[in-house]
């Protein structure tokens, strides 16, 4: 079943002689289930692809389908509501609200639905991402690994149709990487989340069922790796 549909993507910045093509002609398709990796150097479009995706930014042309919905036909409140609710957004640096302690910060999208935090689903979670001992900590009382955790919560705590996540590993030692990519993935198979990462490390990307290939703005490969 198809999840996620992009067409004929563009993204372009300045004009005339100082005109940037960020993203040209970008067109693919995801499955719900898939773990998908977006590869490319620094400035071939990929961030700029998944802030797109994610309803984050908008496209100078082309079409993103979430579910069978054009969110770009929606307005920018109705668009922000969509987000919370349907998509995961995790980032390098975490953007975790300072005042706030891991429960607040994961349970933050439910209350700002104003939805009940499920206490039975909150502690599982909790235990998932080894944060049980931590949920009264600010995030200055947290090591990167456990901020990042903690962020990857939140994304995840509206069961959200799509969990895209931009360069999570970026400031990460190499044991904090690997434990947030194996949760990710551990994620992706228990939860059925289908989910978009962002990298330029080809030994994260290994861990994805398919890898796509970003170069000057275009899709240049596109392969299975499951």
Known sequence: MEILKVEHLCKTYGKGESEIHALDDVSFSVE???FVAIVGASGSG???LLHLIGGVDRPTSGKVFIEGKDIYQLNNDKLAIFRRRQVGLIYQFYNLIPILNVEENITL???LDGKKVEEEELEELLTTLNLKDRRKHLPNELSGGQQQRTSIGRAMINH?????????TG???SKASKEIVDLLKYSNKKFKQTI?????????ASKADRIITIDDGKIIKDV???
């Open 32 to 34: 719900k289930g898939e």
């Open 46 to 48: 990929k961030s700029t």
């Open 109 to 111: 999208p439910c209350r």
């Open 160 to 168: 959200p149709s799509l969990v895209l996540a931009d360069e999570p």
């Open 171 to 173: 400031n990460l030692d």
């Open 196 to 204: 978009i990462i962002i990298t330029h490390d080809l030994e994260i």
């Open 224 to 226: 299975d790796n499951s």
